[in-house]
Nanobody, 114 residues
Framework: QVRLVESGGGSVQPGGSLTLSCVAS????????IDWYRQGPGKQREWVAV???????NYHDSVKGRFTISRDNAKNAVVLQMTSLKPEDTATYYC????????WGQGTQVTVSS
């Protein structure tokens, strides 16, 4: 069973940037897609972005133009570049394997605060 491990979280000021990485235990070419979700304090988990095995991407309206999802096949990783961060982006970010059932990483914390 594929395993996912997120990294790259941290604390930044509003307007700052962070890059999250989701590394898979096997080639991401074998995974139909990988998406990112986030769960802020007191909120339900919400979908953020997806990238398919074919490279197609889609984003939640709240992050369009600020976040970019991409694949690094050499590292078996999916990267989420986050710019112009806002306090409302504060959350634990999780990656998820699309089409393989309930496979999630352990999450990485992002805090945006002045």
């Amino acid at each position: 069973q594929v395993r996912l491990v997120e990294s790259g979280g941290g604390s930044v000021q509003p307007g700052g940037s962070l890059t999250l990485s989701c590394v898979a235990s096997e080639s991401i070419d074998s995974i139909p897609g990988i998406d990112w979700y986030r769960q802020g304090p007191g909120k339900q988990r919400e979908w953020v972005a997806v990238i398919t095995a074919g490279g197609s991407t889609n984003y939640h309206d709240s992050v369009k133009g600020r976040f970019t999802i991409s694949r690094d096949n050499a590292k078996n990783a999916v990267v989420l570049q986050m710019t112009s961060l806002k306090p409302e982006d504060t959350a634990t970010y999780y990656c998820h394997a699309v089409g393989l059932g309930d496979i999630w990483g352990q999450g990485t914390q992002v805090t945006v605060s002045s």
